[in-house]
């Protein structure tokens, strides 16, 4: 299974990369404004210069259009994937959405589709060529349904059919989800910065670290 950092800023994409085990990274504007960024217009270099340190550090970087309609996105998704190869251009799941990835998949563009919280919506994504789509699991369970169940849904779908397109498991948690994600097959996990942070550590690994090192600190001495 792919790891994805989902941030936009540059230090936490270099540090996490610099473990050996980073595939890829997923940006939305929300965690733009965040990082006290800006991905309109009049900010677009800003932009485009933080989505180039990332490609330099990991082979794939979801940019996601802020445009809705049809026209917009595309224009957007043509300018995004000429800055790098590395970059994936993310599109929300709307029916315009489906029409930009219909368009970029004839372009050879990459898509990422976004916001996605049905196995219908999978299903069409899909159907348009989408290289990735993106189930919001968090989301769902915050909505009292139930997130991983819909991976497991989507899985069984995928099992069926000759598709392309790999299922990326988005707004993810806690440490769980992760597993779960790994035990259903799910392709991709894109995991926030405080949550990736935890997955190395262990209580039971610290205790038997520091046991090593005091048996080892007695036979120095």
Not at 87 to 114: A, F, H, R
Request: charged share 25%.
């Amino acid at each position: 299974m792919k790891l994805f950092l989902d941030t936009a800023n540059v230090d936490q994409v270099a540090e996490i990369a610099s473990w050996g085990i980073l595939d890829g990274v997923t940006t939305n504007p929300s965690l733009v404004a965040k990082e006290g960024k800006d991905s309109s217009s009049n900010s677009l270099q800003a932009f485009k210069e933080t989505v180039l340190k990332m490609c330099e550090l990991v082979p794939c970087v979801s940019a996601q259009v802020t445009e809705t309609e049809f026209e917009g996105m595309k224009k957007q998704a043509d300018e995004y994937s000429s800055w790098h190869k590395h970059v994936v251009v993310k599109v929300p799941m709307t029916v315009e959405g489906l029409k930009t990835i219909s368009y970029c998949k004839g372009k050879g563009i990459k898509t990422n589709c976004t916001l996605v919280f049905s196995a219908n919506q999978a299903l069409l994504a899909a159907k348009a060529g989408a290289t990735i789509i993106s189930p919001f699991i968090g989301r769902l369970d915050d909505a009292g349904q139930d997130g991983m169940g819909l991976i497991a849904e989507i899985m069984t779908i995928w099992d069926n059919y000759d598709f392309d397109t790999e299922v990326l498991v988005a707004s993810t948690r806690n440490p769980r989800h992760i597993v779960e994600a790994g035990e259903v097959g799910a392709h991709i996990c894109t995991i926030p910065y405080g949550l990736f942070i935890k997955l190395p550590k262990h209580q039971l690994t610290d205790i038997g670290l520091k046991k090593f090192q005091d048996d080892w600190n007695k036979v120095k001495s």
